[in-house]
């Protein structure tokens, strides 16, 4: 486990645009996360002369081919050198292990669900990615294609300069606050963070509900993502959207970037790496933004441009530079926003797929 967890340390060791995920952090999404439940999973090393030279996971999640009515293997947790015959031995490994569970096709990279990394970078190879995708050598697509698989969808990644509001975002968001009768719900303190998490999850499963490759999150996973992924949520970097009821309608969250904190701790958080995550949280020209959602009912109202204004204003205040979005679907409607401030494409990143031959 820990060799499968710290290869990707040293292939990408003079890499500056990679950043290393925390050991621990890997290791508890190999063994602990709730959706091993409903979900296989098995790992693979390969090794040469006694190094080892590519690694790879393969997942079948029987909840997702059940609701969506498919028979599909995953890969991920997928690096290699650059040797398309050792990637060819991976991928062929994984594929025999789902054709002999009878499954007809294989998907990724994408983990147990796209809550967690999915997509391999195609584009954007100059640029380093934030803790929230994977980075990866230009070799890799080209394995890829040369191994039959297909495009089945792309995502984009922004990255956003943190300009003064414009007015005429102020008067929009004035605008739909008062037609559609929602507010922002204050966030007084971490504590209320935690009791509104399920009701922000309830938000999600409910407005990604149709996203490429999402699934229900179960009550077990929520909790998951409350205590791993809300608890270092900062209140004034996250908006919740109510209507006159009080029921909990949108939600947005971000963080200060800890891509650099990340590359300083180098996989540990001992002794030193949580010092450079703290002062990353408190000192920062970055920040990401992590997810977004509104319910069903409000998916083309334009709301969302209610706590675009509010997250502005606190990156404003808090002195950020650059605002870089999570990956987003090529074909999200929403991500037209962007359009209207002064942002850049860095990153594409693509999920592919290919049918199992018998």
Known sequence: MRDFIRFPRK???????????????????????????????????????????????????????????????????????????????????????????????????????????????????DHITSI??????????????????????????????????????????????????????????????????????????????ELFNFIPLTREEMTWIINENLSIGIPDLLSFLEDENGRLVGIAMSIPSLNQAFKKANGKMWPFGAFHILHALRKNKNVDMLLTGVLPEYAHTGIHAIYHKQLHEAFLRRGYEYAFTSQQLENNIAARIWQKYDAEVIARRRCYVKRLKG
């Open 11 to 125: 292939l990408y060791k003079n890499c500056p645009y990679y950043v290393p995920a925390l050991d621990k952090g890997e290791e508890k999404l190999l063994t602990k996360h709730p959706a091993l439940a409903f979900c296989d999973l098995r790992m693979w090393l390969a090794v040469r002369d006694g190094k080892i030279v590519g690694r790879i996971a393969g997942i079948i999640n029987h909840r997702c081919n059940e609701i969506k009515g498919q028979k599909r293997i995953r890969f991920a947790w997928f690096d290699v050198i650059e040797d398309p015959e050792v990637a060819r031995m991976l991928f062929q490994t994984v594929e025999d292990w789902g054709r002999s569970q009878g499954l007809e096709e294989i998907c990724g990279p994408s983990r147990y669900s796209n809550m967690e990394k999915q997509a391999m970078l195609v584009e954007g190879f």
């Open 132 to 209: 929230g995708a994977d980075f990866n050598y230009p070799y890799y697509p080209e394995y890829m294609d040369a191994m039959g698989f297909e495009k089945e969808v792309d995502y984009i990644q922004y990255k956003v300069k943190v300009t003064p509001v414009s007015e005429r975002i102020s008067r929009l968001a004035d605008l739909l606050a008062k037609k559609y009768h929602v507010r922002l719900r204050e966030i007084k303190d971490k504590e209320q963070l935690r009791r509104d998490g399920y009701a922000f999850l309830e938000v999600l499963n409910e407005s990604y509900h």
